[in-house]
């Protein structure tokens, strides 16, 4: 890992040991939020709507930009000229020297990145090192992050169990995997045969959508 990756490894790991004036945590809160907001990785998207205020990653503080700031400037007939010039300046030393009109518009920022259910923004490498830190915690046997993906992975796949089994149609199926899911100590050895019909009927389901 280098040195500036490692930095925001260090950075993550200090936010969610942080603690207030009490000594109580402060921090952990925060990061399982992020975890929540921006995995799966289906979750992640690059932010397309400029925002009313500036952006910046809520990890390390790099100031972003939404790619519709980029799309807007592309629409002045001026940028892609610009953009031509500095093309042929990269490859001619005697052309006029024109600033590259995307770093004009980036202006040390980097496009931004956002989660489902957050206010929140994070900048790619942040990101990158949010996957890195779970990953690691997860092989050192962090209680608190392995029950947050358990929670997640469980979430995940009630919200599968919904798509493929319309609920109206098995509401008693799908309220029991959400309880299961939710409070998995609490699961039965009769919440066998519930797992067992949910797996039979989203098998046959899946099997006649594929017809």
Not at 39 to 60: H, N, W, Y
Not at 85 to 114: C, Q
Request: aromatic letters at 6%; charged letters at 30%; one cysteine or more.
């Amino acid at each position: 890992m280098e040195k500036h990756e490692q930095e925001i490894f260090d950075k993550i790991e200090e936010i969610y040991n942080s603690v207030d004036k009490s000594g109580s945590p402060k921090g952990k809160n925060f990061v399982t939020h992020l975890m929540r907001a921006y995995f799966p990785v289906g979750k992640c998207q690059r932010v397309l709507d400029v925002p009313e205020k500036s952006m910046k990653c809520a990890i390390t503080g790099q100031k972003l930009f939404a790619v519709g700031e980029l799309w807007n400037e592309m629409q002045n007939p001026e940028f892609f000229k610009s953009m031509t010039k500095s093309m042929i300046a990269r490859i001619d030393p005697e052309a006029e020297k024109v600033e590259n009109p995307m770093a004009k518009i980036a202006n040390g920022r980097v496009i931004g990145l956002t989660g489902e259910k957050t206010d929140t923004y994070l900048c790619q490498e942040a990101y990158q090192q949010l996957y890195n830190w779970m990953a690691t915690k997860l092989l050192t046997g962090d209680k608190h992050i392995n029950w947050v993906m358990k929670s997640m992975r469980s979430k995940e796949m009630v919200n599968h169990i919904k798509k493929v089994l319309p609920e109206e149609e098995n509401k008693p199926l799908v309220k029991r995997a959400e309880q299961l899911a939710n409070h998995p100590k609490k699961a039965t050895l009769g919440d066998l045969s519930i797992l067992q019909q949910i797996k039979e009927k989203m098998e046959a389901k899946e099997k006649e959508n594929g017809r």
